[in-house]
Structures are given as C-alpha cells and as structure tokens.
C-alpha cells in the first residue's frame, strides 16, 4: 500500500507526465483557445522526436536538433492546416487523424530503415548523449525521499528539471497569450468565426497560427518524452493522441493549468487503478496482463464521462465552452 | 425529379471510376511496355531464343494457355502477360478488399449522414463483429471478463456469424438507446459527440483486448485452395464472400431506394427537421441506421477476417481511417459514395503495393483522402456546397 502512494506520487512528476502535459498546453492553443479539433497531436510529437533524434544522431549539436524538430513540426502545420482549416471542423479531425497515421506509417515503414529504424525505432543511445552530458547531476542513483531515480541517464532528475521547466515556461506563454489581443481574436474564433471574419480578421490565418504554435509545442514534448525512453513510432499512435485530449479535457480545455493537472491527474489515476485492481481484484478475475486493458478501458468510460457531464474539466468555466458546432 | 438526380449521382459515379480505372490501365500498360522494351532489348543484345526460359513459359501458361501452346512466347510477351496478371490480381484484390471496406463504410456514412457524427467508434464495430464472431466459433476455451469461467462455444461458423451479426445490432440499438440517443435529447453537439465516440472506441477497444486478448485469430481453419480463373487466382471462400457482401449492398441499396422506410432514411439524411416536419419519426429512423450500420460493420468484419485468413481486436481501428477516407472521397453522408470511394480505395491501396512496400499501402489511402479534401471536398458524389 506504501509502495503504490509512492507510485502514484513518482507518477505525478515523471518526464512522461511533463511530456504529456505539454501535448496538453500545446492542444489547448488548437482546441482551447481556437475550436480546432487536432486528432494528430502524436503525429506533431512524433515528427519532433524523430527530427531531434536523427539530427543528433548525424552529429549536430542538440540546439540545431531542436530547431529541426520545431521545423517539422511547423512545416506538418502548415501542410495540414493548408487545405482543412476553411472545411468544417470534422475535416480538420480526420485530416489530422490521417495524417498523423501517415507519419506513423511511413516513418515505420521498411523503406525509411536507414533514417527512421522502421518500427524498430531509434534507440536511447543513438541521441541521448548530448543531452545527458549537459547534465549538472551526479552520474548515479540519486535518491529524494522516497524517490530513487538516476541523477543523468534516461528517466533522471536531471530530464525532471529541464522538462518541468519547459513546462512552466509553455504555461506562463499560453498564459500571456491567451490574454493577448491575438488569444482574444483566437477565443473570437471559437466562439463564433463569422463575426470575428465580419471585424476584418483574417480568420484563415490566426487559426494556421494556433495550429502551427500548438503543433510546435508538441514537438517539444514529443523530444521530451523520446529522452526518457526511445523514439518508437507505435508508441504515438491514436491512442497516444486520445491520452492527450482525454487528460485537457480533464483538467479543463481553456485553461491556464488544465493541461497540467490533467496530466498529472491522468497518468497518477491510472497506476492508482491498476495498483488497486491488482491489489483486491483476484488474479483468476483479472490477470496481470489483463490490467493495462481493463484500465484504459476505463480510461475511454472516463473521457465519455467528461465530455457528456462535465466538459469544462475540473478547472473549466462552463460560460467558457471550447465545443461549438 | 429525385430519380433523375439518382442517375446523374450515379452517372457521375461510374463516369469517376471509369476514368480512374483508364488511368490506372494507362499508368500499367506504360509501365509494363517500359518493363518489355528493356527486356526485348535485353534478350537481343544477348542473343537469346525466342523462346522463354522454362519458369517464364509456366507463368505465362498459367495466364494465357493458348498463347504458351500455339506460339513460342518470346520474352517481351512473357514480361507483358507476367506484370499484368499481377494487376490483374492486384485490382481484384482490391475491389473485393473495397465491397468489404464499403460494407463497414456505408453504415458510417448513413450514420453522418443521418445524425452528422463522424463515429470515431465505427472502426471497432468491425472489430466487435469479427470478435463475437470468434467467440462464437473457436473451439478454444472462451470465457467473459470479469467471471472466472471458462467454456467452449464451438457453433458452425455460419452460425456464430449470424449470432455475431445479431448481438452486434443488438449493440448498435443498445447504443443508440442509451447513448447517443440520449445525448441528441440532451442537445450536445456533433463534436463534442465526435469525442463522445472516441472515448467509446477507445473503451471498446481495450475490452476487446482485454476479453479476446492480443494474438492474431482465425476464424476458420479451412485453408483455401485457390483456382485460376482467367487472370486472377480466387477460392471458394473469397467467391462466397463477394456474393454475400454484393447481396447485402444490393440489399441496403434497395432498402434505401426502394422502400418507405428507406426512402424515409434519404429524407432524414436531407433534412431531418422538413422529415420530422412531414411525419416522419426521426428517432425510429436513425434507431434503425444505427442497427443496420453495425450489423453491416459486424459483416465487414466477419468477411474481412475470412479473406484476410486471420483477424485482430484492433483490424478495425486499422480500417476507421480507410473508411473514412472512403466516405470522404465519395461525400460525406452519401451512402452510395462511400460505395464507390471504398472500391476506389480498395483498388487503391492493393495495386499501390505494386510500387511501395506493402507496410505503405495504408498510407497511399491517406494520402488520397487529404488530396481529396485539396480539391474537392465535397467527395465524388457530394453536392457542391459551403463546407467551411
């Protein structure tokens, strides 16, 4: 029972839940704040982990990497939002459904052995050299209260900082932005796209920036969470996109620390789940490998659940709806 | 007035694949000249017989019979005949592929276009099919999750493919009923619905997994012996297929044109206010799309799985993006456009194997379905109006 608090409670800070919660931040500027439904956040995450990756990997220094996924992950924006963002917003969910796939096909498909290691992936030393020499940390198990983690390698402190920092950084951007008069043209958007069209905004062109700034941030996290594990193309899949929305949704679309609490909510419910059902479910009822099912099955009930009952999140203002229609 | 719109849609339809499958021919037939020509080259530079090598002539015999015997196949024949039978096979491989895909994708087509949801969930209503399917046939032990009973079902397959067709449609009245009935009651909107349906697939998803589990499963451990007809390979199974997909779209097509209650299905589809306006119960009607989409998914599957040799819980989230790429390249909410942009996809995806790797053959679809929506977004079949 002591072992699964501490679970829980490493869950809530682990570069994973970081990672998350920036595909949240960067999300909430495409659905938030503008109403576009991205189904294709992976895609953005996994287009920056393979540009960082694969940069380091052919020897460029770990700025450049960074620059290169921001790159990509502006260019599938742009490429995206290009003919969708004038169709309905069910397009644009399909579009980027779609495309994300896409990215997921081709970039484990055999013909891209050479650069992206098929499904395979790009494993952990390949590319995370650079960054973990950068690490002001002890090169061993260092251990905070009851939290043992390495000080540099994988999974590390170090990467808890750096990826909580950036974290805070995107929250203090959306924070900024969204009371800018451009989030307020965005928030406009939302709320209703003819008049704000009507004031002479150029419509088109604020939502392919909410798109590209979001998909951008998506990256990052996507590099963040590719330096505490690998880069791995089916781990961005659909579902990963889902994750993403299913834990906005719960923190609250709009909001400032919605993304956040989400995520960090989200990732620890789900080991409380399957540390409790492991604990007093038999193992005859529920098997050990059953458990990853049955929880994100209740992961689905719970986004179904959101939506229906409470689709401002826990932090949401109900006068302020992120859905129309 | 609405029939000759019907033929103009229809018109339209046949003219589009036409042009596609001269397009297609055209691309091959330069292809496999360009193929023949280096070969002929080839064989002259280096002065071979006229007649082919012995693995060649077989191939060939196998595709034109006559050819092989009466005349000496020289290697520019062999090399025609050779590549063009693997279009052949190819393209019919994919319009058998298509009517399957069309049987999952004109229920989601019906459904958006009955109550405007794009079902996120639709993929797994193939897969629920194909599972209940296996539950019903396999002489594994199966059990329920949640009870720690194990038993064997073992039915005739044709059995459990009805007791599988009829549970699913029972599910799709269950979900209609419960949910998004429910949820149309409560006036919540077609996205936030559209989330509503991802969290369902999601769900669905993992119960599948977590009650079939994740190995790949056969439904059926016949293996088919396949005949040589004319220049395509097909077996029994693959045969009974087409017939039964084929018979359950010329039934849909005539439940919808023929009908009262279908032609009320394409007045809900129009306009459900001026339906509801003129008597016609809206809710019935859609309760009713609702069952048959998810029978027809279920049949999808069940097809699918047979032709395929082997199925998986997660073949139709696999498939959501092809339907979806179908319905969208034949006009959202048009059924007999999700028919036609199935076998288009159908063609598609299986000759693109020809050139890419069969790992990309997904993705080709995919890039089909953003070009589309480039240049016409309204589908094949769509009417051309403000979508945006």
Do not use: C
């Amino acid at each position: 029972m002591g072992d699964l608090l501490v679970d829980v409670l490493r869950e809530a800070f682990t570069p994973t839940t970081a990672a998350f919660a920036l595909a949240a931040i960067g999300l909430n500027f495409h659905f938030g704040l503008t109403g576009l439904l991205n189904m294709g956040q992976a895609g953005f995450m996994l287009l920056g982990m393979y540009g960082f990756a694969i940069t380091i990997r052919e020897g460029g220094s770990i700025w450049l990497a960074v620059l290169v996924a921001l790159a990509l992950a502006v260019a599938f924006g742009v490429l995206l939002g290009w003919p969708t963002l004038k169709l309905r917003g069910d397009y644009l969910a399909i579009v980027t459904i779609a495309a994300a796939e896409m990215v997921r096909y081709l970039g484990r498909s055999q013909n891209f052995n050479d650069l992206t290691g098929a499904s395979t992936g790009i494993r952990g030393n390949e590319f995370k050299g650079p960054f973990e020499n950068l690490s002001p940390f002890p090169d061993r198990m260092v251990e905070i209260g009851p939290f043992a983690l390495h000080g540099t390698r994988s999974t590390s402190w170090w990467l808890v900082v750096v990826a909580w920092s950036i974290v805070a950084i995107f929250v203090v951007v959306f924070w900024r932005l969204s009371r800018s008069p451009w989030g307020r043209v965005l928030k406009g958007i939302r709320e209703d796209e003819d008049a704000v069209r009507s004031l002479g905004k150029n419509v088109y062109s604020y939502k392919m920036q909410a798109l590209v700034i979001g998909g951008a941030i998506g990256a990052v996290a996507g590099v963040i969470w590719s330096l505490g594990a690998s880069v791995q193309p089916d781990s961005m899949g659909r579902p990963t996109t889902f994750w993403v929305w299913t834990l906005l949704l719960l923190g609250g679309a709009a909001t400032i620390f919605g993304p956040v609490l989400g995520s960090i909510l989200f990732w620890s419910s789900l080991v409380l789940v399957k540390g409790l059902a492991a604990l007093w479910i038999p193992d005859d009822v529920l098997s050990q490998q059953e458990l990853e099912p049955f929880s994100l099955v209740l992961v689905g009930i719970t986004l179904m659940g959101l939506v229906i009952f409470r689709p401002q999140g826990m932090l949401g203002d109900k006068r302020e709806l992120a859905f129309n229609d | 007035m609405k029939r000759s719109l019907d033929t103009r849609v229809a018109l339209r339809a046949l003219v589009v694949f036409l042009i596609a499958a001269v397009a297609l021919t055209w691309l091959l037939s330069t292809q496999s000249t360009a193929v023949a020509t280096e070969f002929a080259g080839f064989a002259s530079a280096s002065s071979v017989d006229a007649a082919g090598p012995p693995a060649v002539s077989e191939a060939l015999a196998l595709t034109d019979a006559k050819v092989a015997t009466e005349v000496a196949p020289t290697p520019e024949q062999t090399a025609v005949s050779e590549s063009q039978s693997r279009v052949f096979q190819n393209v019919f491989n994919g319009i058998v592929f298509g009517l399957m895909l069309a049987l999952a994708s004109v229920g989601l087509s019906l459904i958006y276009g009955t109550t405007g949801l794009s079902n996120f969930a639709h993929g797994e209503q193939v897969s629920l099919g194909a599972m209940l399917a296996y539950f019903f046939a396999t002489d594994q032990p199966v059990s329920i999750p949640l009870t720690p009973w194990e038993f064997v079902i073992g039915w005739p397959l044709w059995l459990a493919s009805l007791a599988a067709i009829a549970i699913a449609g029972a599910s799709g009245w269950l979900q209609d009923r419960f949910l998004w009935g429910k949820l149309r009651k409560r006036g919540i909107g077609v996205v936030q619905q559209l989330i509503v349906s991802i969290g369902l697939s999601l769900a669905i998803l993992n119960f599948l997994q977590w009650w079939i589990g994740p190995n790949r499963i056969r439904l059926s451990k016949a293996i088919e012996v396949r005949q040589q007809v004319g220049p395509i390979q097909v077996g029994a199974i693959t045969m009974m297929s087409i017939v039964i997909a084929g018979v359950a779209l010329v039934g849909v097509a005539f439940f919808l044109q023929r009908t009262r209650l279908g032609r009320a299905t394409r007045a809900v589809s129009d306009n459900p206010a001026l339906a509801a306006a003129s008597g016609i119960r809206v809710d019935s009607i859609i309760r009713l799309v609702w069952i048959m989409a998810v029978s027809l998914a279920a049949l999808g599957g069940i097809l699918m799985a047979l032709y395929d040799n082997g199925t998986k819980f997660d073949v139709g989230a696999k498939l959501l993006l092809l339907m979806f790429a179908a319905v969208t390249l034949g006009g959202l909410g048009q059924p007999y456009g999700a028919l036609a942009g199935s076998l288009v996809i159908g063609v598609v995806v299986e000759t693109s194997t020809l050139w890419l790797g069969p790992d990309l053959k997904y993705a080709t679809a995919l890039g089909i379905l953003i070009i589309v929506l480039l240049v016409r977004p309204q589908g094949i079949l769509g009417r051309a109006e403000r979508v945006g």
